[in-house]
């Protein structure tokens, strides 16, 4: 369904939601041009170690070939935003 939405919609597609370290590589292969997370570092034990794994995770989509243009980023402490 996301897929449809980025592709139907001529306009940037932020995913915000339920977004995990575990779906979210599933999620920017769908084409959005960013993430936006909260509970995905802020809830967790220990926040700065989350932002930093959230990091990894989104720097691995953007080398993954299957991501062609992601858009522009900004870093803010261990976080990065899309």
Do not use: H, W
């Amino acid at each position: 369904m996301l897929e449809k939405v980025v592709r139907e919609i001529p306009l940037p597609i932020i995913a915000i939601g339920g977004l995990t370290l575990e779906n979210i590589p599933r999620v920017m292969q769908a084409g959005v041009y960013g993430v936006a997370v909260i509970s995905a570092v802020c809830c967790q034990k220990d926040p700065r170690k989350a932002a930093r794994n959230l990091r990894k995770v989104l720097e691995s989509a953007v080398m993954s070939e299957r991501i062609k243009d992601i858009g522009e980023f900004a870093l803010i402490g261990e976080s990065m935003i899309y």
